[in-house]
């Protein structure tokens, strides 16, 4: 990609117009907004029982499905990939979050016939379920990314939570694997309790730079132990928090917040920002600087963990 920026999935690559636009202000590629199982399998049961609606096809539907109303069916988010596909010449990245192989493979096929230049696989999981184990809930993952990458020609990276308790592990398997990315982290929408309707109240705010410690962290212990490509996804609003991703080891940045405050022109101003700052700081290439903070240039890792620790505990 001729730069590190990229759009992260989102309402913002809903529009052709947009999309153009964010491309004219310097975009390096795009990720569709994400298409969901419970979609595919929603449409799919219209066609048996004439029905509209889907909601909580899947225990954990409720907690991440999508308005139905505003995000795009199967057939629309195939139509919506081939048009954004002829308006840009940027890579088009298309997203999945589902929770069973078969339909992950599938739809693969169908995004890599559309024309996607690689997809994302939104590994989502509640991990809800008292009686499944953290080992089987990776096991699945580690198929749908094996079976996935089997069926598709194209490049495909992973989107990670932060909850897995063996973190570098599980993407160190899925790096063996073949998964061509590896994305972290995904953003979760906040839950509270109206206590007089008895309902859950979802919201997904706008992230701020405060939250790209985490990210700065997982890529930092990944850098130099996978081959997979490393990008960060919320909290980079600053050209200083390229930096820093790019120091930790990511090889890119997905933006949405940003953008959505700022307008696709902020990433004009993040460019001119990030060339100020590395020719002010005497640095000709992000690769020089990609890594030289990561955890495989310090001795014992997780021993300067520990003693971080308990530096505030």
Known sequence: MRNPLIVGSSSLTDDVATVRELE?????????????????????????????????????????????????????YLEHLQ???????????????????????????????AGADALELDLYHSASDTLTSAAEVEARMIEIV????????????????????AFANFASRLDAEGVDGLVVFTRFHKVDIDVLELELL???????????????????????RVKACIAISGGVHTALDVVKATMAGAN?????????????????????ELKAWMA???WTSLDEMRGNMSFQRVPNPAAYERATYRLFH
């Open 24 to 76: 004219d202000e310097g975009a390096a590629a795009l990720v569709l907004r994400s298409l969901y199982e419970e979609q595919i399998t929603g449409e799919q049961m219209d066609a048996f029982f004439q029905s509209d609606s889907h909601d909580d096809s899947s225990p954990e539907a409720g907690t991440y499905q999508p308005d139905p109303e505003l995000a795009p069916g199967p057939d629309e």
């Open 252 to 272: 890119a940045t997905q933006l949405v917040s940003a953008i959505l405050k700022n307008g696709p022109r902020y990433l004009r101003t993040l460019r001119d």
């Open 280 to 282: 002010t700081n005497e």
């Open 83 to 113: 048009r954004v596909k002829k308006a840009v010449g940027i890579p088009v990245i298309a997203s999945l979050c589902g929770t069973s192989t078969g339909s992950w493979v599938w739809y693969a096929r169908l995004l890599e016939q």
């Open 202 to 224: 979802r919201s997904l705010q706008l992230s701020d730079s405060s939250e790209l410690q985490l990210r700065l962290r997982a890529a930092a212990v990944l850098a130099g």
């Open 146 to 165: 094996r079976e996935v990458k089997r069926a598709i020609q194209i490049p495909v990276a992973a989107k990670l939570t932060p909850l897995y308790t």
